[in-house]
């Protein structure tokens, strides 16, 4: 079961590109300001533990071994189905009687050849083709959108346990903590160490250069 007091919450670098990317889209066009509240509330669903994400993701070639990693829906049309995924990994705590932590990977849409897990494979340095030894500890359990929600549920609260005692889930060097509190409408930006809710929607930009296609990194152990 998700913990009562909620999870710190880790930002990657790559993260806050795509947060930025999503406000300067709702600066441009209003019709994605729907997307921009949606992954927001569900940033604050995370933290509180209130949402423990839609499904566990597996390993599957040309895809990518994620099997440490759990994907939510987030819709841009509130009468559409989600066409977004956020994905994120579950991590423990960093020291004892600290919150377990959930890092946050990226936010794309879910259609394209581009697609959010090509991303998430270059952010954590994993070849779409290859198995991730060390993530053998998660089970081989393909990756499958589909069963009943008591099952994908099941299936979440195991990886969640095995992540938070696996001393080899460690967070990425770029990944930094949330600084809670502020305007659920703010994104992140640097703050003392940690990344906090400030008022860069009106000013942040994507950093120029990022947004096309995503290079594979080098085959290894990411």
């Known amino acids: ?6 999870y710190e919450l880790l930002l990657t670098d790559k993260f806050v590109d795509d947060l930025r990317r999503l406000a300067a889209d709702a600066r441009r066009d209003p019709g994605k300001v729907f997307l921009r509240q949606q992954v927001l509330r569900q940033i604050d669903q995370l933290s509180s533990g209130s949402t423990v994400g839609h499904h566990a993701l597996g390993y599957e070639p040309g895809k990518g071994d994620l099997r440490d990693c759990v994907v939510g829906y987030v819709q841009s049309d509130p009468e559409q189905k989600p066409d977004h995924r956020l994905v994120f ?12 932590r959930r890092e946050l990977l990226a936010i794309k849409p879910r259609q394209g050849s581009n697609n959010i897990y090509a991303h998430v494979c270059a952010r954590l340095d994993r070849h779409p083709n290859d198995r991730q030894p060390g993530l053998n500890t998660f089970g081989d359990r393909p990756a499958d959108s589909g069963g009943s929600q008591a099952s994908r549920q099941a299936e979440l609260d195991t990886k969640r346990a095995i992540a938070h005692a696996w001393s080899g889930q460690q967070p990425l060097a770029s990944s930094r903590p949330l600084q809670l509190g502020g305007s659920a409408s703010r994104a992140p930006t640097e703050h003392g160490g940690r990344r906090r809710l400030a008022d860069v929607w009106a000013r942040g930009s994507a950093p120029p250069g990022r947004a096309g296609a995503t290079g594979w990194p080098g085959r290894g152990w990411g």
């Open 1 to 6: 079961m998700s913990s009562p007091s909620g």
């Open 89 to 100: 990994r579950e991590i423990g705590p960093g020291a004892p009687g600290e919150l377990p």
